[in-house]
């Protein structure tokens, strides 16, 4: 797995808590669920090829 990744989902990360926050306090809870839903899937996305690796990495070492 690449550091590379980590420091995007942290930043993604940071930027929708923040976000979420501001959005929060101005009384627009509904613009901060779904940044933070959005957030949620922006990193999934990115993440979901490293998961099916994992699967086929596992597939091949019960195969024997």
Not at 9 to 15: H, Q, R
Not at 16 to 21: A, E, G, H, M
Not at 45 to 56: E, K, M, V
């Amino acid at each position: 797995m690449e550091i590379g990744i980590i420091f995007k989902i942290a930043a993604v990360g940071i930027l929708v808590s923040i976000l979420s926050q501001v959005l929060k306090h101005s009384g627009r809870e509904e613009q901060a669920f779904l940044t933070s839903l959005a957030g949620l899937l922006l990193v999934l996305s990115w993440i979901i090829p490293y998961i099916i690796n994992l699967f086929d990495y596992m597939k091949k070492l019960f195969d024997m």
